[in-house]
């Protein structure tokens, strides 16, 4: 189990209807499901993982996240996720759009870049970051738009989104110790939930 | 024998009829006071009737669906046979499969080819235009007579699917799964054109002798077969044509010199197909239900909103399309989707990557049946749970 599905959990209301955007095999939907009754869809467009979320009774929706998400009404669901996946979006601005407009919130978890590692690796060896997480070289990565912690705060300010609850994650320990001072550096992964502020 | 059993077949089967005496009250006024409805079934009913799947034939099907009917070596299967069958998707050890000849149709079924014991003639072009909701009420009677209350499924390809989901609007609590492959709401102008040309061309056939061709002892067999050859390209993708024949030539030759006729390969198959589709169905048959397309509107009733339509739905859905579908595109199958998310559904939508085209939904591609299979699992799953 990744870390961060744990905590998505936490943080989705019992009976919610839920949306989960690049739900992979179907994991965390079903694990919502059984542990928070919840109804919903997942969005996939790997043939496997498609696979994986029907033999786990998900209803997964084949279909390529690219700008919008028309078929679903506005605020048409009470939670809208999307795990570390945002990074592999070609209009990751959009889509975060439109998790706002089709859900009440939306919990987003991603890679943070600002990650001490990242940058050391950058900065000393001049070398674009290949880590256990984020294991791709330059030209094969599916992970095309890469934020820091700061980065998506800035997003959020900008595009006046309301930060309901945010957690900065580490595995190693020296990251989660000084993670929740200083989290654009040492925090390895970012999770935030979100609303649009009232207009 | 033996090498069937080894592919997981059913065996020899027999087709069963039923007499059902109940009258059907059809859609244009018309009422059936009995009918014939022949079908097979495979597998066994379990003790509450929880474990029946329903398979409804598309255009050119019927009810041989799975297995053989003699011991032949050189019969063909049922027309579903790569899905049908102890171990294969729809699992024949843990379901009953019930697939009848439909109304209407050409197999045995009370259709334009059967007596009208009204008049003691064939019904020929007499026989009452059908809708789509008529079919499934005889299926729906069917089911009565078999002591099947709720399908634990009903699946179809193509028009097969366009009688699951009107099951499921009909009869809302008496189907648990409804499985719609390659299918659509309704027909674009476009198929409907095609239609079009497919009944003029039978319609042309000066054997067609206004419908009584079987009275006067023959069958429109060219204009069958053109109607038939113009379907089935529509059902095949490009690179499907590209690959099994490309420009190959069947007789003659590109040389100079040489004023003998050519015939392409692609030309031959489509003649052949044609012609052995000639013997084999009937006429009326196809103009009857190729108007049954053209008219099948699933929404209509329902204020042409098919989310206000599935909003009656009880069941949970599987939509499958196949990538190089043009006959029935993945776009038209992604608007059932769309439809049953915002009327709140439970739904699963795969879209095949495959070059077989509309005839996709027949064939033996694996992750189709892989994602057909995982979810009858869990449909026969539930069917356990419940017993």
């Known amino acids: 189990m990744r870390i961060d599905l744990d905590l998505v959990e936490q943080w989705v209301p019992q009976g919610a209807r839920v949306l989960d955007l690049a739900c992979g095999d179907g994991r965390l939907m079903r694990q919502l499901m059984d542990q928070r009754d919840v109804h919903g869809y997942g969005l996939e467009l790997d043939a496997d993982s498609i696979s994986g979320c029907i033999e786990r009774g998900v209803n997964v929706i084949e279909r390529e996240l690219v700008r919008d998400l028309d078929e679903f009404a506005d605020n048409s669901f009470d939670v809208v996720i999307m795990t570390q996946a945002i990074q592999v979006m070609k209009y990751p601005d959009v889509i975060l759009e439109e998790m706002l407009r089709v859900g009440k919130q939306c919990i987003v978890t991603f890679p943070n870049f600002g990650n001490v590692r990242a940058r050391l690796h950058l900065s000393l060896r001049g070398r674009m970051p290949v880590t256990k997480k984020l294991p791709y070289e330059w030209y094969n990565t599916p992970n095309i738009h890469f934020c820091t912690v700061a980065d998506f705060d800035q997003l959020c300010r900008d595009k006046g989104y309301e930060v309901l609850n945010r957690v900065h994650l580490s595995e190693q320990l020296f990251n989660r110790q000084f993670g929740q001072l200083w989290p654009n550096l040492f925090a390895e992964t970012a999770m935030y939930c979100l609303t649009k502020a009232a207009p | 024998m033996s090498s069937r059993e080894s592919r997981g077949s059913v065996g020899i089967v027999e087709p069963k009829q039923i007499s059902i005496s109940e009258p059907l009250r059809l859609s244009c006024g018309h009422t059936l006071d009995n009918y014939q409805l022949v079908y097979e079934t495979y597998g066994e009913l379990n003790s509450d009737a929880s474990n029946a799947i329903l398979v409804c034939h598309a255009l050119s099907g019927n009810h041989h669906a799975a297995g053989y009917h003699t011991e032949n070596p050189d019969e063909r299967p049922g027309w579903w046979d790569s899905c049908i069958g102890p171990g294969k998707p729809i699992d024949t050890e843990r379901f009953f499969v019930v697939v009848p000849n439909n ?225 029935f595109s993945p776009d038209r199958s992604r608007e059932i989707v769309k439809a049953l998310v915002q009327a709140g559904r439970d739904v699963t939508y795969t879209e095949v990557e495959t070059d077989r085209g509309h005839d996709g939904f027949l064939a033996d591609i694996p992750r189709y049946q892989r994602d057909l299979a995982a979810y009858l699992n869990r449909v026969a799953q539930e069917t356990s749970d419940a017993n």
């Open chain 2, 103 to 327: 109304i209407g149709g050409c197999h045995g079924s009370t259709g334009p080819n059967q007596v009208n014991p009204a008049t003691g003639r064939v019904w020929g072009p007499d026989f009452p235009p059908l809708r789509f909701r008529d079919w499934v009420h005889s299926q729906r009677q069917l089911a009565d007579q078999l002591g099947i209350h709720c399908w634990a499924a009903i699946i179809g390809g193509s028009l097969g699917g366009m009688q699951a989901m009107r099951w499921s609007l009909e009869y809302p609590e008496r189907v648990r799964h409804c499985l719609v492959i390659a299918s659509a709401m309704n027909l674009t102008p476009q198929n409907i054109a095609f239609n079009e040309m497919a009944r003029k061309a039978i319609l042309s056939d000066p054997d067609y002798c206004d419908g009584w061709y079987q009275e006067k002892g023959t069958r429109p067999r060219a204009g069958l077969a053109l109607a038939r050859m113009i379907g089935h390209v529509t059902y095949l993708s490009q690179n499907q044509l590209d690959e099994r024949f490309g420009r190959e030539l069947r007789e003659g030759t590109f040389e100079r010199g040489n004023s003998l006729p050519v015939q392409f390969e692609v030309e031959s198959y489509l003649n052949y197909k044609g012609g052995q589709f000639a013997e084999d169905f009937d006429a009326n048959t196809y103009l009857l239900i190729t108007r049954m397309l053209d008219v099948f509107d699933l929404a209509r009733e329902y204020n042409h909103s098919p989310a206000e339509a599935f909003a009656r739905a009880k069941c949970k859905f599987l939509v499958m399309s196949f990538s190089t579908d043009w006959r």
